[in-house]
């Protein structure tokens, strides 16, 4: 059930996050591999910080570094 839930939002704008809750079902999704598919997390607060954090860091890595920034000046001054 859990793998059909994942294989119906694969290639949409949307994601699966799963809240393990107990030890027991973090070694069961872990046994069954399905925490390589889908991010498994012990606590629904974690879950929600998830794509925040995500999101935050790739808004930084899409910027254009300082480095960057001046040389694509000095370009254009020319």
């Known amino acids: 059930m859990l793998l059909e839930c994942v294989a119906q939002v694969?290639?949409?704008d949307?994601?699966?996050l799963f809240v393990a809750g107990s030890?027991?079902?973090r070694v069961l999704l872990e046994v069954t591999r399905i925490s390589s598919l889908v991010p498994v997390f012990n606590s629904?607060?974690?879950a929600l910080a998830y794509p925040q954090t995500a999101i935050a860091s790739n808004a930084e890595?899409?910027?254009p570094?300082?480095?960057?920034?001046q040389?694509?000046?000095s370009g254009a001054r020319k």
């Open 61 to 63: 890595d899409l910027r």
């Open 71 to 73: 040389s694509q000046n």
């Open 10 to 12: 694969a290639g949409r």
């Open 23 to 25: 030890r027991v079902n």
């Open 14 to 16: 949307t994601q699966v």
């Open 65 to 69: 570094s300082q480095s960057q920034n």
């Open 44 to 46: 629904v607060e974690e």
